[in-house]
């Protein structure tokens, strides 16, 4: 049980900081092009 709750936590921390960068990739994009635009 426990092995196995330790396996999944791991996916879901990365996604989660994955997901973190690309929205941070994501607003540096927009605010770039609204300032050259």
């Given at each position: 049980g426990e092995g196995f709750l330790h396996f999944m936590r791991?996916?879901?921390l990365t996604?989660?900081?994955t997901?973190?960068?690309f929205k941070k990739t994501i607003r540096f994009d927009?605010?770039?092009n609204r300032a050259g635009g």
């Open positions: 791991i996916p879901i996604i989660m900081i997901i973190n960068i927009v605010t770039a």
